[in-house]
């Protein structure tokens, strides 16, 4: 699968330390494992993928899997 990150999870990646940059690119790239949800409510459907205190919410076809943003677990649900 082709994994695309927007610009806004590009920003919120490059800010973060190195070790939690290495947790979360992990986490994706092990997509369709993990602790994975699909967002209620949400057009187009999106999911979130819990790692650690950091939710990644993405879109997912079968060809590709699209990183919406990357946030921290409080703020995370308020942008969706």
């Known amino acids: 699968m082709e994994i695309i990150y ?15 940059k290495h947790r979360i690119k992990a986490g994706i790239e092990a997509i369709p494992s993990g602790d994975i949800k699909r967002l209620q409510g949400v057009v187009p459907i999106a999911f979130r993928l819990r790692v650690g205190d950091y939710r990644i919410i993405f879109e997912m076809t079968t ?4 990183i919406r943003d990357v946030l921290p677990r409080g703020k995370a649900y308020e942008r969706v």
């Open 6 to 20: 927007t610009k806004k999870a590009e920003k919120h990646i490059s800010k973060l330390d190195r070790s939690t």
């Open 63 to 66: 060809d590709k899997i699209v």
